[in-house]
């Protein structure tokens, strides 16, 4: 299996503009900024791009900027989830002709699939492609949770190389590594340094919208330097950001807080809301803490 990814990938906010159309010169320097700050890896148009709230044209901009901004400095996986088999191979043939590195596929997030139907969804998938896949576990928001033992069948099809494991169930890294073995490579979602002391290669982050150079860092603590203690006083020093973007304050806390910093960010796309005052008023408060600025 491909060992291409690993490290901190942040999922991208998608910046529009006081419109709510995308803005894709923001994209274009806020995907320069990710990689200049040291962030190992990209992947736009995930639940934190509101990729459910974008038109197909929309889509296709946001991945052609990010693919072309990155230009092989690091990987970009584009998101391209959805419902219908036939739709997510069709979505992730384009991101493929676009020059991704890879995609990342939530499963069918509404029909309630059974396990053999999940199967068959990605292996159908992996079949039309030559870029490897990860699969994206969030029962939180898919309404679909897929276990160890599930993602172990999951693992024997060819191309389905990684996973994104978006539960608070640190225990799952575990039963991955231990059923799956080097068939699949799992990265954490909610949890970066516990998945990486229980054997993640890497972690899909929402706090490194906003401090890509800190979570790269803890990784690099964590699972490259072996330095323990140092990675866990640091992941505990920067929790209140990391919590500050979790639950469902994930696209409107980033969005705020990235606004706080100077980068023209834009507000949550329908139906999410803008944060209420008192809430961007404590997201104000921790950039000024943290001395988070975009430049």
Not at 99 to 106: F, K, Q, S, Y
Request: proline content about 6%.
């Amino acid at each position: 299996m491909s060992k291409t990814f690993r490290g901190v990938f942040t999922v991208m906010i998608t910046p529009v503009d006081e419109d709510g159309k995308v803005n894709l010169p923001a994209l274009t320097a806020f995907t320069d900024w990710q990689i200049r700050e040291g962030i190992h890896g990209l992947i736009p148009l995930g639940s934190t791009g509101e990729f459910l709230s974008l038109s197909e044209q929309d889509w296709e901009a946001v991945a052609r900027t990010v693919i072309e901004t990155a230009a092989g400095r690091v990987p970009v996986l584009i998101g391209t989830g959805a419902e219908d088999t036939r739709e997510a191979v069709r979505l992730s043939r384009k991101a493929q002709a676009l020059g991704a590195d890879g995609v990342m596929i939530i499963p069918p997030f509404y029909s309630t699939p059974t396990d053999d139907e999940i199967v068959n969804h990605y292996r159908t998938i992996a079949a039309s492609i030559t870029i490897p896949i990860m699969v994206y576990n969030n029962p939180a928001t898919s309404n679909v949770d897929l276990k160890p033992e599930l993602l172990a069948r999951i693992a024997e099809i060819e191309g389905c190389d990684y996973v994104k494991e978006s539960t608070l169930e640190v225990t799952r890294i575990r039963d991955i590594v231990r059923l799956a073995g080097d068939k699949m490579t799992p990265f954490g979602g909610i949890l970066g340094f516990e998945s990486f002391v229980m054997g993640a290669e890497g972690w899909v982050a929402v706090a490194s919208n906003v401090a890509p150079s800190v979570m790269a860092r803890i990784f690099t603590l964590a699972a490259d330097e072996k330095k323990y203690d140092e990675a866990r006083a640091l992941y505990l020093e920067w929790l209140p950001i990391i919590q500050a973007v979790g639950g469902q304050a994930y696209v409107a806390g980033s969005k705020a807080l990235l606004n706080h910093m100077g980068f023209s960010a834009g507000s949550p796309l329908p139906p999410r809301l803008s944060l209420p005052a008192p809430q961007d008023a404590e997201m104000k408060a921790l950039v000024a803490r943290y001395g988070l600025r975009f430049q």
